[in-house]
C-alpha cells in the first residue's frame, strides 16, 4: 500500500505558508443574530459551553493570577479586573511601565516582545522571592487579551493531587516543530558550547518523533517539543515554580538567548522530565484554547490547504495541523470541551463575561 504522505523530511529553511492563515479571517457573521452570537459565533451557544458550579467545594484552590500587559494595552488589563480576574484569590499584572491606578508591577528587561523570555525569567524569581508557596495553590499565567473562566479553572484543578512534590504544568499543549525551532537562534556557531550543545540535545531528541497516520504509514522526521503556549494561559504548582527558579541559569535553560518565554520554558523543564500535561477531556477536545472563539470553531479543517510545490505534506508547513503534530486537534463542534477554562484573542472580555454569566 503507497501511503499518501510523503515521508521525507522536507529542507530545514522553509518560508510559512500564508494562504492557511489568510483562509481563517474568512469568518463572517450572519444577519439576524444576536451580539453575543455575532461576537462569538452561531454556533457557539448551542455547543452548551458551561460553568461548572463550586458551591459544594469545602476549599476552594487558592490561584494566583499573573498576566502580562503593556502600557498600550492596559485598557485590556482595566477589563480584565472588571470581570473574570475579580475571581482570582491575588491578580497580578506584569508591565512594561508602573501604573498606580491599575496596578501593575513594572518587569525589567527590555521593553520588547522579543525578549518576553528575559521579563519572564524576572517575573519568575519576582513570584518565588515575594510570595510563599503556602499562601496559593496555583499560579495562572496569561496575556492581557485571555478570557479565563475561573470557575472552570478551579473545578479542573480540584481533580489533580493536592499536596504534592510533582511539578506540573498544565494548558494548551502544542508541538514546537523542528524546523521552526531553530530560527531564533540563527547560526548556532555563535552560541556558547554548553548552550548550544543542550540545545542540540533538545533538537534531535524531539525531532525523533514518528507520527503514525495509518495502516503501514507514518510520518518520520516532523516531531518537535511540546508546548504551552502563553496565550491560552497555562496553571503550574509551587513545585513547578521552584524547580524552574532553581534552573533559570543552567545551560539547557538558554538564559541569555532571544527567544519565546513559553518555548524556553519546555526546553529547561525538559531536561528535569517535567513535560506539559494532557489536559484534554474524554472527547480529546481542548479546555485551553490558542485561538479566539471565533477562530476555534471557523478556522478550516482542510488537510489538503499547503503549498504543494514546497513542501511534502500539510504537516512540514506551518499550521494547525503541524503545530499539533503527535498531539492531534479539532475545530467546529469538536474543537471544545464543554467545560472550557480559556480562550485568547479575545476582544470584548465584558462580552464574553456575559455570556459565559448565561451559561451557568
Sequence with gaps: MRCSIALAAVAVAVAEDLRYQARSKSYVPRPGLSLVEAALGPHLPALELVTVANASVAAPLRILCWVNTYEKTHDRARAIKETWGKHCDKLLFMSNVEDVDIPTVRVVAPPTH?????????????????????????????????????????????????????????????????????????????????????????????????????????????????????????????????????????????????????????????????????????????????????????????????????????????????????IGWSNGRDCCAADSISFHYVRDMHLLDAYFASRK
Excluded at 165 to 176: A, F, K, N, Q, V
Design 114 to 326: 522579543e525578549h518576553l523570555w528575559q521579563k519572564h525569567r524576572f517575573v519568575v524569581r519576582l513570584l518565588a522571592r515575594e510570595y510563599d508557596a503556602s499562601s496559593y495553590d496555583w499560579i495562572f499565567k496569561c496575556d492581557d487579551d485571555t478570557y479565563v473562566i475561573m470557575d472552570n479553572l478551579q473545578a479542573y484543578l480540584q481533580t489533580l493531587p493536592r499536596n504534592t512534590d510533582e511539578p506540573m504544568l498544565l494548558g494548551h499543549r502544542m508541538t514546537l516543530q523542528w524546523f521552526e525551532m531553530q530560527k531564533p537562534f540563527g547560526d548556532l556557531s555563535n552560541m556558547q558550547r554548553d548552550r548550544r550543545a543542550a540545545f542540540e540535545r533538545t533538537f534531535h531528541a524531539t525531532r525523533a518523533q514518528v507520527i503514525p497516520l495509518g495502516f503501514l504509514c507514518k510520518l518520520h522526521d516532523v516531531g518537535g517539543l511540546y508546548y504551552t503556549p502563553g496565550g491560552a494561559g497555562y496553571a503550574f504548582n509551587a513545585p513547578y515554580l521552584t524547580q524552574l527558579v532553581a534552573a533559570l541559569d543552567l545551560p539547557h535553560c538558554l538564559p541569555d538567548e532571544v527567544v519565546p518565554d513559553d518555548w524556553a520554558i519546555s526546553f529547561c523543564m525538559l531536561a528535569h522530565g517535567v513535560t506539559p500535561r494532557d489536559t484534554r477531556d474524554a472527547f480529546q477536545r481542548e479546555r485551553f484554547h490558542q485561538y479566539s472563539p471565533e477562530q476555534v470553531y471557523y478556522w478550516p479543517d482542510d488537510e489538503d490547504d499547503y503549498d504543494h510545490s514546497r513542501y511534502e505534506s500539510i504537516y512540514h508547513a506551518q499550521n494547525w495541523f503541524s503545530d499539533h503534530i503527535g
